[in-house]
């Protein structure tokens, strides 16, 4: 039997890959503040780690004009932050 089909087929896994906790849009309600920070999601109990990657996802509504810093943002988040008159600094 030839080698390729004596060895087992296995992909590739990243072992540095980190991933990120995810937080939507709607869930920003809880947040007494309007500024959204990582530590402000883990003192809100919306994220289990304040030191590890957070994004930010557009489900839902903007209730105020937050202003955010320090998270990852998809694009349809930063679209309906913007429009609801809040501010979005890169991390």
């Known amino acids: 039997m030839p080698m390729y089909r ?3 087929k296995r992909g590739f896994t990243n072992p540095f890959k980190s991933p990120s906790q995810v937080v ?3 869930q920003l309600s809880r947040l007494p503040d309007t500024e959204v920070t990582p530590a402000t999601l883990h003192a ?3 994220v289990s780690e304040p030191e590890g990657p957070v994004k930010l996802l557009g489900t839902g509504e903007a209730d105020r004009a937050y202003s955010v ?5 998809s694009a349809p988040a930063k679209a309906k932050l913007e429009a609801a008159g809040g501010t979005v600094a890169s991390p």
């Not at 810093?69 to 943002?73: R, Y």
Request: hydrophobic share 50%.
């Open 6 to 8: 004596r060895l087992p």
């Open 44 to 46: 809100a109990g919306l």
């Open 24 to 26: 939507n849009i709607r």
């Open 69 to 73: 810093s320090g998270l990852a943002v």
